[in-house]
Structures are given as structure tokens and as C-alpha cells.
């Protein structure tokens, strides 16, 4: 469900002393922790390419996370997600081939539901592992589906939990807001570096991040202008403060198409089969747009793509990499290029994008606190750095850069 507003704070509104009773009222997806120790490393990768072996502590902000994902509501909010959910199983059935016969790992699996879209398809053996204790009601569902010889649910850490075979695919639903809030993707990590196969299957194989300026005068209305006449009284004492609590974090809404005002920026592509732990702690790129249209700038809108790619076998290193041309997260990319695919069966392709239908991600936006008139073909660049909090490696720092029209700013904002 999402609230009556329509948008929400990145920040989940919850009870003191809880991580994330977010996705109630906001948008979100199935996962949750969890993971297998073998001993010593699967393969002759370079040390820093692969998981420490040595798994981390379970730390508090953990556990609440993995709490949070008890919540049944959660789960139904993802599951009824069709383009979400229609789009894993797709992508499931396309590469049957890969998956029938074969071991499956399903990272994360919530529910336990693509867990049984690959037991469908023919897997051989399915282990869906989760750290939350919504895994009880996975394993009831798997034996309600006779399917207990197949799906195998293991409850706890990825991390932790064990499997005593190397595996043919690993499917995970990972993505947070911006990507790469929560940080799951380092559980997906793990799992490639110590059980998957040399020439595996990843589902996502690959995910890009983009950025783009927007104009949005009705959501600057809603929350600020409001104030300016409530009921023939001037409140506008209170604009202070409503800026500051609507726009001190990133928030999270639908936006669409018509509010953006350039073609987007990559910020980040992510080759599941090659990216590393260390490149997730900090993200930045400098970007530079020419807006198409004279509007007040309010801000930027970050969302992505996840592609579901077959893998490929380099003839030179005979290592798996991804099926992706990727471009300089320094230049802007052809985005209406990349729309096109001369072979949709190629690669399914999960958007979050504004112009395509609306998922339980929606759009992450990055809102100024005074708006800033822009013309057309006017510039506007910068930079952004998106790292993880050392608080809490699960929350977002976000630090942005932007000029147009000869001024300067810079916003910091953390999700959490």
C-alpha cells in the first residue's frame, strides 16, 4: 500500500528502537538476509573480487532489519507488484534451460514464491535462504505446494547457513530504493563468491542507476505553499520548517514522465557477475544536463533497471561476464538507445523508470529546499556521491553537488 499522499520520506516512519516498519506505508521489496560458509574460496578469483570468508557480526541494526521483513504486509506489497513479480517469473521461464535440472540459490526468499517459479521450472533442488523469520511461513508454503523435496528453506545469514554444493543460478530480488539502499547486494556478492559455478547464472545479471533533474510545482504546492494562506490565515512562519520536513530527506513517490526535464544520467552500472563489495561502499559520478524545457527546478529523481541476461564465457579468462555494454558513468547515455533492443528476447528488462508503469520502488527524489528557474538548453551539472553509512553500512549518505545559472549549491541527506 502506499500513503494517501502519494510519496513518502526515504525515512520509514516507525517506533523508537525499530530499523525499517517502512514498507507498510511506502513502497518495497521481499528479502532479507541471510547466508552459507563453505571452506576456503570456490575458485583462483583475486582476494579482493570475493566475499571475506570470515562472515561479519550480526549487528542490532541486522536484526531489526531482518524483523522488519516479518511483516507479512511487506511481502503481499511486493508479491502484488506485477510488473515486479511477473517480470522474476518471465525471466524464470526464459532461461528454463539454465535452471532445469540444475541448483538453485534464492537469495533473500521472503515468501519462498521465486523460490517456486524455479522448482516449476524444473530445478533440480531450490535452496531459499532468509534471515527473517518469515521463512517459517516459506517452508509452510513449499510443503503446501508438495514441493519440500525440491525447495530446501534454510533460516538464517547467507553468511551463515550451509550448503555443501557449489550451484548452477543464483536468483535474488535485491534491489532497494536507489538501487542500492540496504545494501542486499553484498549478500548476493557473498553467495556468487563461494558457491556459484564458473559460468553460473546471476538473475539480475546487471542493474543501472540514472539521475535526472525534475520540475514538480504540484508536490512544492502540496507541502510548502500550503502555508502561505490556511483558511485565510498567514501561517507562512511555518515555511522553515515544512521545507526542512519534507525536503531534509530523499522521499520516495511517483513521478511522471512530463515532470522530467533532460534525458537521465548513469550513475551506477552493476555487473552482478563482476562487482565487488568494495565498490558499494561509495558510488560517485559527475553529470552534466541541458534542460529541454523553461521550468522551476525542484530537485533530482534517481531510479533504475535490472536486466535479466543469460551468462556469457569469456574465451580469454574463461570467467563469467555479464552480457551488458556498458558507458562511462562520466558521460550521459544514449537513454532512448538503450530503450531500444533490436531482440526482445534478449534481455527482460525491469524499469523503474518515470515513463514506464509504476512498481512498489517508484521513484527516489532528492527535493531542493527553494526551487530554481531554469530556461531551456540551460545547463545543470555537478556531481554525487551515494555511500554507505558508517553508522550503519544499510543506510544511504547522499551528497550532491549542482550549479546552473551561476549559482552553486550542495545538499546532504541520509536514507534511512
Same mark, same amino acid.
Given at each position: 500500500?502506499?500513503?494517501?499522499?502519494?510519496?513518502?520520506?526515504?525515512?520509514?516512519?516507525?517506533?523508537?528502537?525499530? &530499523?525499517?516498519?517502512?514498507?507498510?506505508?511506502?513502497?518495497?521489496?521481499?528479502?532479507?538476509?541471510?547466508?552459507?560458509?563453505?571452506?576456503?574460496?570456490?575458485?583462483?578469483?583475486?582476494?579482493?573480487?570475493?566475499?571475506?570468508?570470515?562472515?561479519?557480526?550480526?549487528?542490532?541494526?541486522?536484526?531489526?532489519?531482518?524483523?522488519?521483513?516479518?511483516?507479512?504486509? *511487506?511481502?503481499?506489497?511486493?508479491?502484488?507488484?506485477?510488473?515486479?513479480?511477473?517480470?522474476?517469473?518471465?525471466?524464470?521461464?526464459?532461461?528454463?534451460?539454465?535452471?532445469?535440472?540444475?541448483?538453485?540459490?534464492?537469495?533473500?526468499?521472503?515468501?519462498?514464491?521465486?523460490?517456486?517459479?524455479?522448482?516449476?521450472?524444473?530445478?533440480?533442488?531450490?535452496?531459499?535462504?532468509?534471515?527473517?523469520?518469515?521463512?517459517?511461513?516459506?517452508?509452510?508454503?513449499?510443503?503446501?505446494?508438495?514441493?519440500?523435496?525440491? /525447495?530446501?528453506?534454510? +533460516?538464517?545469514?547467507?553468511?551463515? /547457513?550451509?550448503?555443501? =554444493?557449489?550451484?548452477? %543460478?543464483? *536468483?535474488? #530480488?535485491?534491489?532497494?530504493?536507489?538501487?542500492?539502499?540496504?545494501?542486499?547486494?553484498?549478500?548476493?556478492?557473498?553467495?556468487?563468491?563461494?558457491?556459484?559455478?564458473?559460468?553460473?547464472?546471476?538473475?539480475?545479471?546487471?542493474?543501472?542507476?540514472?539521475?535526472?533533474? %525534475?520540475?514538480?510545482?504540484?508536490?512544492?504546492?502540496?507541502?510548502?505553499?500550503?502555508?502561505?494562506? /490556511?483558511?485565510?490565515?498567514?501561517?507562512?512562519?511555518?515555511?522553515?520548517?515544512?521545507?526542512?520536513?519534507? &525536503?531534509?530527506?530523499?522521499?520516495? #513517490?511517483?513521478?511522471?514522465?512530463?515532470?522530467?526535464?533532460?534525458?537521465? +544520467?548513469?550513475?551506477?552500472?552493476?555487473?552482478?557477475?563482476?562487482?565487488?563489495?568494495?565498490?558499494?561502499?561509495?558510488?560517485?559520478?559527475?553529470?552534466?544536463?541541458?534542460?529541454?524545457?523553461?521550468?522551476?527546478?525542484?530537485?533530482?529523481?534517481?531510479?533504475?533497471?535490472?536486466?535479466?541476461?543469460?551468462?556469457?564465457?569469456?574465451?580469454?579468462?574463461?570467467? %563469467?561476464?555479464?552480457?551488458?555494454?556498458?558507458?562511462?558513468?562520466?558521460?550521459?547515455?544514449?537513454?532512448?538507445?538503450?530503450?531500444?533492443?533490436?531482440?526482445?528476447?534478449?534481455?527482460?528488462?525491469?524499469?523503474?523508470?518515470? =515513463?514506464?508503469?509504476?512498481?512498489?520502488?517508484?521513484?527516489?527524489?532528492?527535493? &531542493?529546499?527553494?526551487?530554481?528557474?531554469? #530556461?531551456?538548453?540551460?545547463?545543470? #551539472?555537478?556531481?554525487?556521491?551515494?555511500?554507505?553509512?558508517?553508522?550503519?553500512?544499510?543506510?544511504?549518505? *547522499?551528497?550532491? =553537488?549542482?550549479?546552473?545559472?551561476?549559482?552553486?549549491?550542495?545538499?546532504?541527506? /541520509?536514507?534511512?
Amino acid at each position: 500500500m502506499y500513503p494517501a499522499t502519494g510519496f513518502s520520506n526515504g525515512h520509514r516512519h516507525q517506533p523508537a528502537g525499530t &530499523f525499517m516498519d517502512k514498507r507498510l506505508g511506502s513502497g518495497r521489496r521481499e528479502r532479507a538476509r541471510s547466508r552459507a560458509t563453505r571452506a576456503g574460496p570456490r575458485d583462483s578469483r583475486d582476494p579482493d573480487q570475493r566475499c571475506d570468508q570470515k562472515p561479519p557480526p550480526c549487528t542490532d541494526f541486522d536484526v531489526a532489519y531482518f524483523n522488519s521483513y516479518a511483516h507479512v504486509g *511487506i511481502h503481499e506489497e511486493m508479491i502484488k507488484d506485477r510488473v515486479r513479480t511477473d517480470t522474476y517469473r518471465a525471466a524464470i521461464m526464459q532461461h528454463q534451460s539454465y535452471i532445469a535440472g540444475k541448483v538453485v540459490v534464492d537469495v533473500g526468499c521472503g515468501t519462498g514464491i521465486l523460490s517456486i517459479f524455479c522448482a516449476q521450472a524444473g530445478a533440480k533442488r531450490v535452496y531459499a535462504v532468509d534471515a527473517s523469520d518469515i521463512a517459517v511461513q516459506a517452508n509452510e508454503v513449499v510443503k503446501a505446494n508438495n514441493l519440500s523435496d525440491t /525447495v530446501i528453506v534454510l +533460516h538464517g545469514r547467507v553468511e551463515d /547457513v550451509e550448503i555443501n =554444493e557449489e550451484v548452477d %543460478v543464483i *536468483i535474488s #530480488e535485491w534491489m532497494g530504493y536507489m538501487l542500492l539502499y540496504e545494501s542486499m547486494l553484498g549478500s548476493v556478492i557473498c553467495a556468487r563468491d563461494r558457491w556459484l559455478k564458473p559460468g553460473g547464472l546471476i538473475l539480475p545479471s546487471n542493474a543501472t542507476l540514472y539521475m535526472a533533474p %525534475v520540475t514538480h510545482p504540484d508536490r512544492y504546492s502540496d507541502s510548502i505553499d500550503f502555508w502561505r494562506n /490556511v483558511y485565510g490565515i498567514d501561517m507562512s512562519a511555518m515555511l522553515p520548517l515544512a521545507k526542512q520536513c519534507a &525536503f531534509e530527506e530523499p522521499s520516495v #513517490e511517483t513521478i511522471a514522465g512530463e515532470n522530467v526535464l533532460t534525458w537521465p +544520467h548513469a550513475v551506477k552500472h552493476v555487473d552482478c557477475y563482476r562487482v565487488t563489495l568494495h565498490e558499494l561502499e561509495s558510488v560517485s559520478t559527475r553529470y552534466r544536463f541541458k534542460s529541454m524545457m523553461r521550468a522551476p527546478l525542484h530537485g533530482f529523481a534517481f531510479w533504475f533497471d535490472v536486466e535479466f541476461n543469460g551468462p556469457a564465457i569469456s574465451p580469454a579468462s574463461n570467467h %563469467v561476464t555479464a552480457t551488458f555494454a556498458e558507458s562511462s558513468n562520466d558521460q550521459p547515455m544514449d537513454y532512448s538507445q538503450r530503450k531500444k533492443r533490436p531482440n526482445p528476447n534478449e534481455a527482460l528488462v525491469l524499469s523503474t523508470a518515470p =515513463e514506464d508503469p509504476p512498481t512498489h520502488w517508484q521513484q527516489t527524489l532528492i527535493y &531542493f529546499y527553494e526551487p530554481i528557474p531554469v #530556461e531551456q538548453d540551460q545547463l545543470i #551539472e555537478g556531481s554525487v556521491t551515494l555511500s554507505q553509512s558508517k553508522e550503519n553500512p544499510r543506510f544511504m549518505n *547522499i551528497h550532491l =553537488e549542482y550549479t546552473s545559472g551561476g549559482r552553486s549549491f550542495v545538499k546532504e541527506s /541520509v536514507m534511512r
